[in-house]
């Protein structure tokens, strides 16, 4: 009996390695080939100049970043789940051209400026048709980041249309604990404003992470996520339910950016999964999706 219990948990093991390396592949290719084009800001949403005093204070002390924390917190905390950290981060097509070594390295010197990154670590590939240059350093409040460019070379130019297909992607990936949450409203701000400063439009999303001490089953794990979605007024979407992982995602019209998924309007993701090496269940909560497999 030991021997088969060994070799079931193993097979679990092994089914879930496969499933993560499934999920690690589909989401890759959904950023590549969608990336950031879907997200749009909410409609109603933007903020209004205002003849007011004390409306134009309330505008500008309601920052992106105070908003976005105060959704995920509000989402986050309906769970029941101690939080242990949080990421933010964003995807940024800057142009349509296909640069060289130089010039991305001259844009990522200026980012790691910007950010005034210590202990930065530079790492840079050319290929055929893509260079590529990755910031890898810390941030404020020991907080890790990771700036990568990516340049791609397209086709030549069709007499039906000017494009080459060539692009300049960059990417911004802050990952801190639940010690610097205090941080996440100034770096969501901060990066928006630092892509913005190199030219690019930003598209951010950003989730927070954490544990419940115990395992879960499929119905409490659905209460689990149902509960963050309506703490937010957000009606579900979309589902999976199995019987070790369950992912909501609503949608509420409140946070500033959301994405299109068949044909519906999506800007929360709630994802819970069991831990059976650790024995606890993990909670995952992000807007308008969570970027990294769960």
């Known amino acids: 009996m030991a021997q088969t219990n060994a070799q079931q948990r193993r097979a679990r093991l092994r089914r ?12 890759a290719s959904v950023f590549v080939a969608i990336g950031a084009c879907l997200v749009h800001g909410p409609s ?3 903020a209004q100049a205002s003849t007011g005093g004390q409306a134009a204070s309330s505008a500008v002390q309601s920052s992106d970043g105070t908003r976005q924390f105060n959704y995920l917190n509000t989402a986050y905390s309906a769970t029941g789940a101690t939080p242990t950290g949080y990421a933010i ?10 640069h060289s070594e130089q010039q991305l390295e001259a844009i990522g010197q200026q980012l790691e400026q910007e950010f005034d990154l210590t202990n930065a670590k530079v790492t840079t590939r050319s290929e055929q048709n893509e260079k590529f240059y990755q910031v890898d350093g810390t941030w404020s409040g020991s907080t890790e980041i990771q700036l990568v460019l990516t340049s791609l070379q397209g086709g030549a130019a069709s007499p039906q249309t000017t494009s080459t297909g060539s692009e300049t992607v960059l990417t911004v990936t802050a990952l801190g604990t639940s010690a610097g949450l205090n941080l996440f409203s100034a770096q969501y701000d901060a990066i928006e404003q630092t892509v913005s400063s190199v030219q690019g439009t930003p598209q951010m999303s950003a989730y927070f992470t954490g544990s419940l001490s115990a395992m879960t089953n499929e119905q409490q794990a659905n209460t689990i996520a149902s509960n963050a979605l309506k703490s937010v007024h957000a009606s579900t979407v979309e589902a999976l339910r199995t019987t070790y992982e369950t992912s909501l995602s609503g949608y509420s019209g409140d946070p500033l950016t959301y994405i299109d998924t068949n044909g519906k309007r999506m800007d929360l993701q709630v994802a819970v999964h069991d831990d059976t090496y650790h024995h606890r269940t993990d909670v995952l909560v992000g807007t308008p999706i969570i970027t990294t497999t769960y």
Do not use: C, E, P, S
């Open 16 to 27: 879930r390695r496969i499933k993560r390396r499934v999920k690690q592949f589909v989401w």
């Open 44 to 46: 109603g949403t933007t």
């Open 89 to 98: 981060h964003d995807w940024t097509v800057l142009d349509a051209n296909y």
